[in-house]
């Protein structure tokens, strides 16, 4: 039976890495697809799929490389989600940006599963822990940088799946965690600046300590 953790990442190079650091088969790990739709779908499918086999999963994991806010989160370094959020789910106003949950349709907001957060700052007490916001298109300016702090203040990075996988978990009754390492400062896109095998490192090592934890 499944008693670990299903791990979902975006793409096969960061399950690759999360893959790096396991030890045994406690912990499974696959790639659904970028975005918050490929992720949501890709991950309900799977724990369906386990589900239907008798061998359900306890509990999901988002995890993979994305960007750190400056000052908050250093390239190469670690972050652990205290809330997945949709941070691009609502409507333009003449007003500014309006949330789903200002619109009253739902909640962009999702909280990290306590005990697994607890899970993951035990093992990396080093790790900057915040809100981690989804978005369909990377932040790629200073003003958009500089918006998406405001409406967020405890936001440290961002990355294109956590909000989906949570979802997904959430509607399976299922905890749900998000773990990232920074390859890139959030802003004007520079990929001079990124440092993907950093992140990838960061990533091989992340799992490698807290992955018989999970």
């Given amino acids: 039976m499944h ?19 396991l030890v045994g088969d406690a912990v499974t790990v696959a790639p659904v697809g970028v975005g918050p739709a490929a992720a949501a779908a ?21 995890a993979g490389i994305g960007g750190g806010f400056p000052g908050r989160a ?34 962009t907001t999702l909280p990290a599963d306590p005990a697994l957060l607890d899970v993951l700052r035990a093992g990396l007490p080093q790790a900057v822990t915040g809100a981690v916001l989804t978005l369909g298109t990377v932040t790629g300016t200073a003003a958009t940088t500089a918006a998406l702090l405001a409406r967020h203040p405890d936001a440290v990075a961002e990355a294109m799946e956590g909000y989906g996988v949570a979802s997904a978990a959430v509607a399976a009754g ?8 920074i390859s890139n400062p959030i802003g004007p896109r520079d990929r001079s600046a990124w440092r993907i095998g950093d992140a990838f490192a960061a990533l091989t090592a992340a799992f490698g300590t807290v992955g018989p934890k999970l």
């Fill in 3 to 21: 008693d670990g953790i299903l791990v979902v990442t975006a793409v096969a190079a960061e399950a690759e890495a999360v893959r790096a650091g």
């Fill in 42 to 62: 890709g991950t309900a499918r799977l724990i369906a799929l386990a589900e239907a086999a008798g061998r359900p999963y306890r509990g999901v994991v988002s």
């Fill in 74 to 107: 250093p390239v190469g370094g670690v972050v652990i989600a205290t809330r997945s959020v949709a941070a691009d789910l609502g409507a333009e106003s003449p007003d500014g940006f309006l949330t789903l949950d200002e619109l009253g349709f739902g909640t």
């Fill in 174 to 181: 299922l905890p749900f965690a998000e773990l990232r390492t």
